[in-house]
């Protein structure tokens, strides 16, 4: 794989015309309860959606071949007045493991704060410099997908990418809440609630720096080093998730981030530690992270 500051590096002597977009999305929709009327309404919705983010040049950044693939499933769940739709949309996002012939979750989220109007014959066109319910919605993904992606490499993740990403989102959020969308996703609200803005708010504020910095070790530290000492990349994954945990502990408040990362990898997590001789090792991990703990305890019946 070529680093990621390979590829920034080729846009100093690359015509922007030939340089690559850098996501390659799937994206589904299901319409199951809505009315006949509605679903024909969204008949190109779906290929709409996903001309807009394989379409666009989202940085000035060429990727090459080397495309983030993500996925945007988008569950419609009734409309409240004519063309105004109400629907949740699961996230993902993965990337390769470093020599390892295999993806890794990066991001797995669940929204279900979201509404927007939309008709057959509506243009989907990128417009920076205004608010829109439905497309300020997917460009806030699409650079919290960018963002999450650079934080799990080391060039762009301590040369400040992923932050440059993640405060595009950033200023997609404060546009909404200027728009007076309070209460529809993009307030910031406790960490024990999923919302754009609060999500956002941990991202971009240095208070929450360290949450960061072990996500990447666990990717960078951990899993890309799996290919040349298992045993070294298996001791970083564990100490990039006990610093997590103590991290919660000091703050003494629910972390969304934390939160947010252990609901994309606590199956990863349980199967890098199956068959682990270390003794009580998913006891630990219970301990670490009580959200998931029937997955350790069914896996803790199985190692006995």
Not at 258 to 273: C, G, H, M, N, S
Request: proline content about 3%; charged content about 25%; overall charge negative.
């Amino acid at each position: 794989m070529i680093p990621r500051i390979a590829l920034t590096i080729l846009t100093l002597v690359l015509p922007a015309c030939v340089l690559s977009q850098e996501l390659d999305c799937d994206v589904t929709i299901t319409t199951s309860q809505l009315t006949t009327e509605a679903k024909e309404n969204l008949a190109n919705f779906e290929s709409q959606v996903k001309d807009y983010f394989n379409g666009y040049r989202w940085t000035k950044d060429d990727f090459g071949n080397d495309k983030i693939h993500c996925s945007i499933n988008i569950a419609f769940l009734g409309m409240t007045s004519p063309n105004h739709y109400v629907a949740k949309a699961f996230i993902g996002s993965q990337r390769p493991v470093f020599k390892m012939n295999q993806n890794t979750a990066v991001l797995r989220i669940l929204d279900d704060k979201w509404e927007f109007d939309y008709t057959r014959t509506q243009a989907m066109t990128h417009v920076d410099s205004h608010f829109d319910p439905l497309l300020s919605f997917f460009d806030f993904y699409a650079y919290i997908i960018l963002g999450y992606d650079a934080d799990t490499y080391k060039d762009t993740h301590e040369g400040g990418k992923a932050t440059e990403y993640f405060q595009k989102a950033k200023d997609i959020t404060n546009r909404a809440i200027g728009s007076g969308q309070i209460g529809s996703g993009w307030d910031v609200t406790s960490q024990s609630t999923y919302t754009r803005g609060q999500l956002i708010e941990e991202l971009t504020n240095p208070k929450f720096q360290p949450v960061r910095d072990e996500i990447y070790r666990y990717h960078y530290h951990g899993l890309d080093l799996y290919y040349k000492d298992e045993g070294k990349a298996r001791s970083n994954i564990f100490s990039a998730i006990e610093k997590l945990a103590k991290f919660q502990k000091k703050v003494n408040q629910p972390v969304l981030l934390v939160r947010t990362f252990f609901d994309t990898k606590y199956l990863e997590i349980a199967d890098k530690f199956t068959g682990d001789q270390e003794e009580g090792i998913f006891d630990k991990l219970e301990q670490i992270d009580p959200m998931h703990i029937q997955t350790y305890e069914n896996l803790k019946s199985k190692s006995n």
